[in-house]
């Protein structure tokens, strides 16, 4: 190995040390390289992770219970999901907390969770966390609060915890009409809990995927603290993230909003000029198809 070859090696060390505690470090390393939303987010993400570790803390000193809520507003076919897959991944390794994950099909749940787990598998991730090449607690391996053992399966999976006396860190994924029973969950995150316009224009629907929040994601964070994060596509006033907004309207339960609009507006939060695309290369054409989708 010549200096070049080792200064590089070392500088890859470093990042990898790094990435434990650094959530962009962590997807810049994972790869493909980040769009500036996808930057800006994770940052906030990470946030999220530092306030559930403190929100554990005081649920086990038995303070008052910490309670965080988060919507994440961007278009589809934007690099979300991967952001979440990572964001999830890096979460359930670096907190060491249970965390869900639910979408408007329980398909594209088990899809998120297989990038979650792959991501937790990789040579990366080992290098990363060394503790995940551990094998896991056999004696108190995957038991649920009702006393039951749980099998691990595509939607419903653990990973070893960091402390060697800790329990198995557990992972769900459901769709919109599935349950999260059985496990206390830290965070919960909904990823497009409405699939599209035609869902939207269902009140059938509409009532679903909000049921999902009430009766799911806030039953996991109204007596032990949590977060919840709601991302997608904003179809009307009445979606989940629009319901949340008005639910919690002049509370302390109110959510913190990152929006990503497709073209920016004055007072972009990545401070992109007014009229300025989300996505390098993105056109004027590349919108009114968009649109048209």
Known sequence: MNDAEALAA???????????????????????????????AAEYLQSVSEQLAGAERAF??????????LQIE????????????LFLAWHLASKNQNAAVASYAASL???ISDDVRAALQSGLALRVWPHLARKKKREAEDIDNNGQRVKDSSADWSIVNANPRGKNIRFRARGREGGLNGHDFWLVVGDDLLKNQTEYASK???????????????????????AIVLVGSRWGSDDPHGRQ???????????????????AKPGDRMGRAPGQYLLPGFTAEGEADTRVE
């Open 245 to 263: 907004r008005k639910e919690s309207a002049g509370t302390r339960r109110a959510p913190v909003v990152l929006s990503y609009p497709l073209k």
């Open 204 to 226: 059938a629907m509409r009532d679903q995927a909000w049921s999902f929040v009430q009766s799911q994601a806030y039953l996991r964070v109204q007596t032990r603290g949590g």
């Open 74 to 85: 961007v278009m589809t076919q934007v690099g979300k999901t991967h952001l979440l897959a």
């Open 10 to 40: 070392l500088r890859l060390e470093q990042r990898i040390r790094r990435a434990r505690v650094d959530l962009v470090t962590w997807m810049e390393l994972a790869g493909p390289p980040l769009y500036d939303w996808q930057r800006n």
């Open 60 to 69: 086990l000193a038995k303070e008052p219970i910490v309670q965080i809520r």
């Open 109 to 111: 749940a088990e899809g």
